[in-house]
């Protein structure tokens, strides 16, 4: 599913298919729980600004 609601043709036949979250990252495809864990840890680190991110908020995923 994009951001737009819309099944994508390559997944419309899918059966049972009413909705996909797919919010990998970037060229490399980190899955988007890996990303905010690892950035929650690197802003507890000390080593990055910013506000921890929940890695189970769909908002937060698509965010990241």
Same mark, same amino acid.
């Given at each position: 599913?994009?951001?737009?609601?819309?099944?994508?043709?390559?997944?419309?036949?899918?059966?049972?298919?009413?909705?996909?979250?797919?919010?990998?990252?970037?060229? /490399?495809?980190?899955?988007?729980?890996?990303?905010?864990?690892?950035?929650?840890?690197?802003?507890? /680190?000390?080593?990055?600004?910013?506000?921890?991110?929940? /890695?189970?908020?769909?908002?937060?995923?698509? /965010?990241?």
């Amino acid at each position: 599913m994009n951001r737009t609601g819309k099944i994508a043709d390559w997944d419309k036949d899918l059966p049972n298919v009413t909705k996909l979250v797919d919010s990998s990252t970037g060229v /490399a495809k980190v899955p988007d729980r890996t990303c905010i864990l690892s950035r929650n840890n690197s802003i507890r /680190a000390e080593l990055l600004e910013g506000d921890i991110l929940d /890695a189970t908020s769909e908002s937060d995923r698509w /965010a990241m």
